[in-house]
């Protein structure tokens, strides 16, 4: 793989398919070291050149046929050594043992979200459930380094998108697990992107959390098997996250973040960025918020992701019995009788005698005294000399 | 004053001079028990109808003349009551033992503001510095139950912005006091609405703020002493926190917060609102959060309010100093050197080992280590086993 970001101009699948390039060639390409994303690029575009099926037999090609495309002798012959037919038998049987599968850009159930993007991945290796990528997605992302506060409201916002779309996210420590956390058991589900190698678990304490997933998830990576994990990949695999996904949730982020690569590339995907608030006195939210003063989507609750997407979602949550269950977590009046939630909302505010809240809440004394005890007994509120009720 | 909200046409200025009405029959009309606002707009448009200097000699009016104009009988004696010498020489000495000082809306140095909205106060009484009124302004409300956060935040945020506008709230609990705090010794200083009269200070614990206010600040009222403070005063004092100012910052406000009616009067009074953002799970932030997802414009620092006015605000802040030191206490970074900013900035997202610190900074050994040392004598970062550092 190649780092440089200049990009030759992209190839569409329809131009791909005409020069006759077969699905396992582009896998030969995309597995032989040294030969990157856009030299696979620019071999389409030879082909493309050449004519109607002009790589249909990229498997006899001599390594002067290569060299012809502009590529390096040693590109070339590495090509050809990974043609021949031992080497496709050994990767085949490496995919395999590993539980990998691969789509690659020429077959019908590639992501159609990543046909959008500019430099969409040649080749994805998976685990999981592959249909979740057919999803409506929406991406959640921050830091590694997230607050308790940021993990909590990660896991919430996950499981309240995950009952009409699927969370999208890298598997990071963090607001990345939590998300995947989240999202697991919802309708929707969660596909995390790795960095690295489909079968190579990073970071190693979300060792439990990478079996969930390849349960009852998906694990998707662009990276062959046994590529060593550099800094130099994560953008890449940002891109995937960005790609795969309508919008971007950043919760937790500080200026500088990774997270925040990923919400600049949804951006320049055409994509949303969403954000999380949280006090502006904290270094992990102020490059999140930053985003908000860009013109980002607030995000309270899930309701503000549906919103956006009210156009293409499912009309039904997947679930209604775990949205339902999702949205009292969110919720400081759940669990709470009309009555209770009126007192307990004028005590949100500030606290009142029994006296004042008599005449605020229009209710009998009786009435009102049963509804304090049952916050009370409900851990809600607080009782304070003199009969002044708080909150909790 | 009537509590009535359905309003008669507004009536400009220069219709209320054209009646030829005078400052002192404005003020005797205003200070009569039972002749509210809209009574008082219903006089001027009758005079109006009547011709040019139609009220001059309202002195003069017998009760038949004010009952022509729709009042009743027992207004009409009110008014005749009080619009008698003595009467007016009371109101005169009582204002003056008071301290208090009067504008009314015929006269010159009436607040600009307040003649672009609907309902505008027709006498204020003020203590303080009146100079204040001719400043760009910026309103700042929230919660009485302010958090820790808020009260912080609010006191940050209004030493920002009283670098080139003048901040006004209402002198009530939590955020507002905190706000008139943090803006005090500020160059342009904080006007303080009151519910009640002038001349009332309420709420008790914030008479300290409001001796400053007299001294170095403003405290202004639409109400005549006096007047019994009782809850439908405090969305009239509201409507002129919200008048006098280009917007609104909500820091934190609960659902149903009386703050949220200052906002929206400044929506109806097309004014701005801002919210300064806290966490989705705070009770006391959710009031505020909605606002943002309708638009408001999020106020990270007092730059967020600035950009908003940059085609009005003086360029030039009024204490650069004491800017510059206001700054300080909402920056992360601050009294950190460039090469302390750069460590402490990578450690904000993860922690590094002090080898990984290295390859990242680019810095020697020998200078990193230095620079760590400082940060550890700062407070500002942790040292873990195994030379990892984390920040604090």
Not at 154 to 170: H, K, L
Not at 180 to 202: C, E, F, M
Not at 296 to 306: K, N
């Amino acid at each position: 793989m190649e780092e440089k970001r200049e990009q030759v101009r992209s190839v569409t699948k329809s131009e791909a398919l005409f020069t006759g390039i077969t699905r396992e060639a582009l896998i030969a390409l995309h597995e032989t070291d040294g030969v990157g994303k856009l030299s696979i690029a620019n071999i389409l575009l030879y082909g493309l050149s050449k004519g109607k099926g002009a790589l249909r037999f990229a498997f006899d090609f001599l390594a002067g046929d290569w060299r012809d495309m502009g590529l390096h002798a040693k590109q070339a012959a590495s090509i050809v050594a990974n043609m021949r037919p031992e080497a496709v038998e050994r990767r085949l049987r490496k995919h395999e043992e590993r539980g990998m599968r691969l789509v690659t850009y020429l077959d019908h159930d590639y992501p159609e979200m990543l046909f959008q993007i500019s430099d969409p991945p040649w080749v994805l290796y998976y685990r999981g459930n592959w249909e979740l990528v057919r999803n409506p997605a929406i991406a959640i992302v921050g830091t590694r380094l997230a607050t308790g506060y940021g993990r909590k409201v990660t896991e919430d916002i996950a499981a309240g998108c995950a009952q009409r779309m699927t969370v999208v996210s890298g598997l990071a420590r963090g607001i990345d697990a939590a998300a995947h956390s989240g999202a697991l058991r919802a309708p929707y589900g969660t596909i995390a992107v790795l960095a690295g190698g489909v079968d190579h678990i990073y970071p190693p304490e979300n060792k439990a959390l990478y079996h969930d997933l390849v349960e009852q998830g998906l694990i998707v990576s662009e990276i062959p098997p046994d590529t060593i994990l550099r800094p130099g990949l994560f953008p890449l695999r940002n891109r995937i996250i960005a790609g795969l996904s309508y919008g971007v949730i950043v919760v937790e982020a500080a200026k500088e973040s990774g997270a925040l690569i990923t919400a600049d590339l949804a951006i320049g995907y055409n994509r949303d960025v969403f954000v999380v608030p949280g006090q502006i006195t904290s270094p992990r939210s102020i490059g999140a918020l930053e985003y908000l003063r860009k013109g980002a989507i607030p995000v309270l609750d899930e309701t503000d992701v549906f919103r956006a997407y009210s156009y293409i979602l499912p009309t039904k949550p997947g679930n209604p019995e775990a949205e339902e269950a999702s949205k009292q977590t969110s919720m400081p009046t759940s669990n709470l009788t009309s009555d209770e939630a009126l007192i307990y909302n004028f005590l949100l505010d500030q606290p009142f005698s029994i006296d004042e809240l008599t005449i605020r809440s229009g209710m009998t004394f009786g009435h009102l005294h049963s509804v304090l005890l049952s916050l009370l007994i409900k851990r809600r509120i607080h009782q304070q000399p003199g009969s002044v009720y708080t909150v909790l």
